[in-house]
């Protein structure tokens, strides 16, 4: 199974960006679907973004316009690239993989990276 370990998480002012990554390793990157998941406090777990293996992608409503996933299969990494941010995007940012489904019951996740949007 593939493991995944995000970094870039940290504190930032609201409308100031962020860039968080995923390396993965053990099987085979390219095979897989990528994604994010995100918890706020006192929240569930909502699905992000994804991207397919053939790098189509997918946003939730409330990061269209200004989140933006990409992935580098030769650095087995995949980006979250995050502009505009908000308060409300306050939360841990979970790294995803999974070979059959975008969004759904993901098999594989990171540990997870604090994101703070505050002033």
């Not at 990554?21 to 995100?38: K, L, V």
């Not at 990409?70 to 308060?87: G, I």
Request: glycine share 12%; charged share 20%; proline share 3%.
């Amino acid at each position: 199974q593939v493991q995944l370990e995000e970094s870039g998480g940290g504190l930032v002012q609201p409308g100031g960006s962020l860039r968080l990554s995923c390396a993965a390793s053990g099987r085979t990157f390219s095979s897989y679907h990528m994604g994010w998941f995100r918890q706020a406090p006192g929240k569930e777990r909502e699905f992000v973004v994804g991207i397919s293996r053939s790098s189509t992608t997918y946003y939730g409503n409330s990061v269209k316009g200004r989140f933006t996933i990409s992935r580098d299969n030769a650095k087995n990494t995949v980006y979250l690239q995050m502009n505009n941010l908000k308060p409300e995007d306050t939360a841990v940012y979970y790294c995803v993989a999974d070979q059959r489904y975008i969004g759904i019951k993901p098999e594989a996740w990171g540990q997870g990276t604090q994101v703070t949007v505050s002033s």
